[in-house]
């Protein structure tokens, strides 16, 4: 079994890289990294505009970030959910409840993330509204 300091590791990761995009803008030129894909294609990837989305978020700007990366803003609920989930199921404690699994999940999340890449890169109303 792993030791539980080692459990830390994310959430101090998380907490440090908040620091970062709350002090810095990543609409500014700055040290972030831009999308190679969107460099290389000139298309939106399903990732493009999350760190301006998560920078948004940590100011309280949901409509804000929402525009810049919808999937980011719709999908971050249930992140704490689901480190929740694994934290518990990794430290042995499973006694109240578990998150429910399904065989179709991953095949569900690849499916959706696959159709906003291809919806935000659609130049016909209403879907310019997700590019970044």
């Known amino acids: ?46 990732g493009c505009g999350s760190q301006r989305a998560f920078h948004a978020l940590l100011h309280g700007e949901v409509a ?13 609920p249930f992140l704490p959910v689901y480190t929740y989930y694994r934290l518990r199921t990794a430290t042995g404690d499973t006694r109240r409840w578990q998150l429910p699994s399904y065989r179709y999940t991953p095949h569900v999340i ?11 890169n659609l130049p016909v109303y209403p879907f310019t509204y997700l590019a970044s």
């Open 1 to 46: 079994m792993k030791r539980p300091e080692y459990y830390l590791l994310p959430v101090v990761t998380v907490a440090a890289l908040a620091v970062i995009y709350v002090a810095c803008d990543p609409v500014s030129p700055a040290f972030f990294l831009h999308c190679p894909f969107r460099r290389l294609t000139g298309l939106d990837c399903p």
């Open 64 to 76: 804000r970030a929402a525009d810049y990366n919808l999937l980011l803003v719709v999908s971050l």
């Open 110 to 120: 690849f499916g959706l993330v696959a159709g906003f890449w291809l919806l935000r």
